[in-house]
């Protein structure tokens, strides 16, 4: 998988945008920007994806740099049950497994 | 949804014991996986499946068989467990490529006392 560099932690009031950042500079051209969060002692959950363009669903927003190398995260409002360790990763094109990283501990706060 | 389940939350086994964890998902998925989680370590890919009857060995195969036998359900084994197999087991499935996102149960809890 493509390397990705995110921060260790970070915090958000309730209520406010949480933005969540990313980098894989190493990127290909056909790959995929995966999101996914682990809240406490549960399975990792799938957020949403991109390639190019940005993305939007009833979780999150993906926004993704034009030259590829960053993508932001965006949860709107966050929530008390949003606090988790949210991973950004780059599959291989190719291979079966997920890599995934430390991640970015966001706790939101009430 | 897509769902994948566990057989179970938490287990506690003795060292030794042969211990099987079961996962179904419910997605007509032809690739599942099952991971290990452990503090400091991240994700490790133990085995992976993409077809009935079909595995391959991921990062850290020693001590774990599996088993798929069908389509839906695929069994992680323990032949003999030892105290350093505590861990997170994690199961994830996925539809054949070129989608890549793999959906992950809760999480089953191993304790080898």
């Known amino acids: 998988d493509a390397k990705t560099t995110q921060p260790p932690s970070m915090d958000c009031a309730e209520g406010r945008a949480a933005n969540l950042p990313c980098n894989h500079s190493t990127i290909s051209g056909n790959e995929y920007v995966y999101w996914y969060r682990q809240i406490h002692s549960q399975g990792p959950q799938y957020i949403i994806h991109g390639l190019k363009n940005n993305e939007t669903n009833e979780m999150a927003s993906l926004i993704i740099t034009e030259d590829r190398k960053s993508s932001t995260l965006i949860l709107p409002h966050a929530t008390l049950r949003d606090t988790a360790v949210y991973y950004c990763?780059?599959?291989?094109?190719?291979?079966?497994?997920?890599?995934f990283g430390k991640g970015t501990k966001l706790s939101v706060i009430p | 949804d897509v769902k994948v389940t566990q057989s179970s939350r938490y287990l506690v086994k003795r060292t030794g014991e042969k211990v099987f964890l079961e996962c179904v998902q419910d997605m007509d998925h032809e690739n599942m996986f099952w991971y290990r989680q452990d503090p400091g370590l991240g994700l490790r890919l133990i085995y992976f499946s993409y077809d009935v009857k079909m595995k391959e060995k991921g990062d850290i195969p020693e001590g774990y068989s599996v088993s798929r036998e069908k389509k839906e359900r695929f069994s992680l084994i323990l032949e003999s467990a030892s105290t350093n197999q505590t861990s997170m087991y994690l199961c994830a499935s996925r539809p054949h490529q070129p989608q890549e996102t793999q959906y992950f149960g809760p999480g089953t809890r191993l304790l080898v006392l």
């Open positions: 990763i780059v599959p291989t094109k190719g291979s079966y497994q997920l890599t």
